[in-house]
């Protein structure tokens, strides 16, 4: 496995609040938070990753095609 890493410092008198929203965005694009470390009592490192080896699944575009033909429209 290849794993990309990143780190986010955040600031505790902000609260918790940005925190969140700031992983969640970062989750969305594939990176997951494995470790956090408190600096000075004021500061939060958080260290994230994100697999790089990971690819996207093939789509058969004629398998896709026929789909479409016969399916009525929904999801299932």
Do not use: H
Request: charge should be negative; glycine fraction near 6%.
């Amino acid at each position: 496995m290849k794993w990309e890493n990143t780190y986010l410092v955040f600031e505790v008198a902000k609260g918790p609040k940005v925190i969140i929203e700031t992983l969640d965005t970062y989750g969305e694009d594939g990176w997951e938070c494995c470790s956090q470390l408190i600096v000075a009592g004021s500061q939060i490192v958080c260290f994230l990753k994100r697999r790089t080896d990971v690819d996207e699944p093939k789509v058969n575009k004629e398998e896709e095609k026929i789909s479409k033909l016969w399916s009525n429209g929904t999801k299932e």
